[in-house]
């Protein structure tokens, strides 16, 4: 099975993948103001609805507080929720076909240790 790309994905997951990188990078920290759906829509060139789609997955997953007429807030504790989600994600999901990768390949951890480390 190949991997669906960053290409392939529909626009408001990769634009929740960038959200989610604001917070897990610390950009956007507990109690922190989002971004306006208007102002994210512009800053990626998307249609208002798509930012508002991928906003409403983070409020569903209890990951940001909406205050009427103020905005959306990151909700406490939501890096480390979306940490944990993620890395089950990546783990389950994406790590699998990354070691099938790695071995057509014939890469093995101490390559990579050495790449990164470089």
């Given at each position: 099975?190949?991997?669906?790309?960053?290409?392939?994905?529909?626009?408001?997951?990769?634009?929740?993948?960038?959200?989610?990188?604001?917070?897990?990078?610390?950009?956007?920290?507990?109690?922190?103001?989002?971004?306006?759906?208007?102002s994210?829509?512009?800053?990626?060139?998307?249609?208002?609805?798509?930012?508002?789609?991928?906003?409403?997955?983070?409020?569903?997953?209890?990951?940001?507080?909406?205050?009427?007429?103020?905005?959306?807030?990151?909700?406490?504790?939501?890096?480390?929720?979306?940490?944990?989600?993620?890395?089950?994600?990546?783990?389950?999901?994406?790590?699998?076909?990354?070691?099938?990768?790695?071995?057509?390949?014939?890469?093995?951890?101490?390559?990579?240790?050495?790449?990164a480390?470089?």
């Open positions: 099975m190949t991997p669906m790309s960053n290409e392939d994905r529909p626009v408001y997951l990769r634009l929740r993948d960038n959200i989610a990188a604001m917070i897990l990078d610390g950009r956007v920290r507990d109690g922190d103001p989002l971004p306006s759906v208007r994210l829509a512009a800053d990626y060139g998307a249609n208002p609805l798509t930012v508002a789609k991928a906003y409403q997955t983070f409020q569903e997953e209890g990951l940001v507080v909406v205050k009427r007429g103020v905005g959306m807030f990151v909700a406490a504790g939501a890096a480390d929720q979306l940490r944990t989600a993620e890395r089950k994600d990546f783990l389950e999901n994406r790590w699998p076909d990354i070691v099938s990768h790695m071995r057509r390949l014939g890469l093995d951890a101490d390559d990579l240790v050495e790449r480390l470089a």
